[in-house]
């Protein structure tokens, strides 16, 4: 009988022990409001990055366009006299040393929204502009060769999307090491490129992250 009572102890020890431990570990989430700041992630950039760099690289490009429109063969003039220029985004090329996941869906979409809010443009839909570069086996890096220009404007003028620009967009980063903490600098950089002179306008946004790792090995951060 003693042994029987000493089993049923051990046995409820460890489902007592169980169910504290899976309590612990149970994961929980909420909304967050608009007043709430973005969180900041531990070991990689996240939004806490990529929209400050977003916001600040998309205004100063917009910026310096605005007082250098070039009337090209697609650009239309509204009543009130604004050029709107037809642009065609070619995506995100990651060139830092960080994978951004599901982020660079994220960057594209919040850099072709903020872009179109804007009347001085007319970004292409990217369904077209995917489909065209699907067709034409091009990539973003190839698209500054004429012949690779000429292919994806045909390819788009036959679905009735002629563009003058194309936009590139590119991160890239940096990293400093110290004793096993590090710092590491983020740049988005945009260029919008004309096709008809070659001539390309240019605007990035840095920001520096640091990690720094806790009195238990655990990695930390801060960001200036």
Request: overall charge neutral.
């Given at each position: 009988?003693?042994?029987?009572?000493?089993?049923?102890?051990?046995?409820?020890?460890?489902?007592?022990?169980?169910?504290?431990?899976?309590?612990?570990?149970?994961?929980?989430?909420?909304?967050?409001?608009?007043?709430?700041?973005?969180?900041?992630?531990?070991?990689?950039?996240?939004?806490?990055?990529?929209?400050?760099?977003?916001?600040?690289?998309?205004?100063?490009?917009?910026?310096?366009?605005?007082?250098?429109?070039?009337?090209?063969?697609?650009?239309?003039?509204?009543?009130?006299?604004?050029?709107?220029?037809?642009?065609?985004?070619?995506?995100?090329?990651?060139?830092?040393?960080?994978?951004?996941?599901?982020?660079?869906?994220?960057?594209?979409?919040?850099?072709?929204?903020?872009?179109?809010?804007?009347?001085?443009f007319r970004m292409?839909?990217?369904?077209?502009?995917?489909?065209?570069?699907?067709?034409?086996?091009?990539?973003?890096?190839?698209?500054?060769?004429?012949?690779?220009?000429?292919?994806?404007?045909?390819?788009?003028?036959?679905?009735?999307?002629?563009?003058?620009?194309l936009l590139f967009?590119?991160?890239?980063?940096?990293?400093?090491?110290?004793?096993?903490?590090?710092?590491?600098?983020?740049?988005?950089?945009?260029?919008?490129?004309?096709?008809?002179?070659?001539?390309?306008?240019k605007d990035s946004?840095?920001?520096?992250?640091?990690?720094?790792?806790?009195?238990?090995?655990?990695?930390?951060?801060?960001?200036?």
């Amino acid at each position: 009988m003693a042994r029987y009572w000493i089993v049923l102890s051990l046995l409820f020890s460890i489902a007592t022990v169980a169910s504290v431990a899976g309590c612990r570990n149970r994961q929980k989430a909420r909304v967050l409001s608009e007043t709430d700041k973005d969180m900041v992630g531990s070991h990689t950039a996240g939004a806490e990055t990529w929209k400050p760099l977003i916001d600040e690289s998309v205004c100063r490009l917009l910026a310096k366009s605005a007082s250098t429109v070039h009337q090209a063969s697609h650009t239309t003039i509204s009543g009130d006299g604004t050029a709107t220029r037809s642009v065609c985004f070619v995506g995100i090329e990651n060139r830092s040393s960080e994978e951004i996941g599901d982020f660079k869906e994220q960057i594209y979409e919040h850099i072709d929204s903020l872009i179109s809010q804007d009347p001085q443009f007319r970004m292409i839909s990217r369904r077209y502009v995917e489909a065209a570069m699907s067709e034409c086996r091009c990539r973003p890096e190839t698209l500054v060769l004429p012949a690779k220009q000429r292919e994806l404007q045909m390819a788009l003028e036959r679905a009735e999307q002629p563009f003058d620009y194309l936009l590139f967009a590119s991160i890239t980063s940096g990293t400093t090491t110290s004793n096993g903490d590090y710092q590491r600098d983020y740049l988005l950089t945009l260029e919008l490129l004309d096709i008809h002179t070659g001539e390309s306008q240019k605007d990035s946004a840095m920001l520096r992250k640091g990690y720094t790792k806790g009195p238990f090995g655990k990695l930390r951060h801060y960001r200036d």
